[in-house]
């Protein structure tokens, strides 16, 4: 998403965006599919109609394959946030994005529960994954320093953190039950709980 002064998508930007996305989902599909570790890195290029060369100048291993789609929602979160400003408070624009970005991505759900799954069987994948949850922080705490200019930074580092962690309490929460509420719910629980103890 552009606004006004950014520069409009050139055609080179656009082809190297759509090639980015196509074998992303390619390789999501497959994983899904066969499994991670059963999916080769050949496949995945043959379905998405590269050459293995062309799959490394897009991704360095299949790993952030699966890293990609958990930084789309990173980007939605910081939408979110710039849409949401009128909501009041930071910390409540922050958790008016987060709401609507798990109202947004509830069709998903059954993907990210089983995205969350492939994570979960390499150490290596988790321990980056968890390393995500550091940038949803930064990403809420540099939208809202743009949104607060005059605010004292210290405290929009501190909502931000804040702000966020309602979020992954609900999505460990959800993946712990494997989904048996919608994450919406565990979320709402979450942010009532937030707003009761602080």
Same mark, same amino acid.
């Given at each position: 998403?552009?606004?006004?002064?950014?520069?409009?998508?050139? =055609?080179?930007?656009?082809?190297?965006? %759509?090639?980015?996305?196509?074998?992303?989902?390619?390789?999501?599909?497959?994983?899904?599919?066969?499994?991670?570790?059963?999916?080769?890195?050949?496949?995945?290029?043959?379905?998405?109609?590269?050459?293995?060369?062309?799959?490394?100048?897009?991704?360095?291993?299949?790993?952030?394959?699966? %890293?990609?789609?958990?930084?789309?929602?990173?980007?939605? =979160?910081?939408?979110?946030?710039?849409?949401?400003?009128?909501?009041?408070?930071? %910390?409540?624009?922050?958790?008016?994005?987060?709401?609507?970005?798990?109202?947004?991505?509830?069709?998903?759900?059954?993907?990210?529960?089983?995205?969350?799954?492939?994570?979960?069987?390499?150490?290596?994948?988790?321990?980056?994954?968890?390393? +995500?949850? %550091?940038?949803?922080?930064?990403?809420?705490?540099?939208? =809202?320093?743009?949104?607060?200019?005059?605010?004292?930074?210290?405290?929009?580092?501190?909502?931000?953190?804040?702000?966020?962690?309602?979020?992954?309490?609900?999505? +460990?929460?959800?993946?712990?039950? +494997?989904?048996?509420?919608?994450?919406?719910?565990?979320?709402?629980?979450?942010?009532?709980?937030?707003?009761?103890?602080?």
């Amino acid at each position: 998403m552009h606004d006004a002064t950014s520069k409009p998508e050139g =055609l080179r930007e656009q082809k190297r965006r %759509l090639t980015f996305q196509r074998i992303a989902d390619v390789g999501m599909k497959s994983f899904l599919a066969k499994g991670y570790q059963e999916t080769t890195i050949d496949e995945i290029a043959a379905a998405a109609g590269i050459s293995r060369r062309t799959f490394f100048y897009y991704f360095r291993s299949k790993d952030d394959i699966l %890293l990609a789609h958990q930084r789309r929602y990173m980007d939605a =979160l910081r939408t979110g946030i710039m849409e949401n400003a009128s909501a009041g408070r930071p %910390l409540e624009v922050v958790h008016q994005a987060t709401l609507g970005l798990v109202a947004r991505i509830e069709a998903e759900a059954p993907r990210l529960l089983e995205t969350a799954k492939l994570l979960r069987q390499s150490e290596t994948l988790h321990a980056r994954s968890r390393g +995500n949850s %550091l940038q949803l922080e930064q990403i809420a705490y540099q939208a =809202l320093c743009e949104l607060f200019p005059t605010r004292d930074r210290d405290g929009l580092q501190l909502v931000s953190m804040i702000g966020v962690s309602p979020l992954r309490l609900s999505v +460990n929460k959800w993946l712990q039950e +494997n989904g048996r509420l919608p994450l919406i719910k565990y979320l709402e629980d979450a942010l009532a709980k937030c707003r009761t103890e602080i």
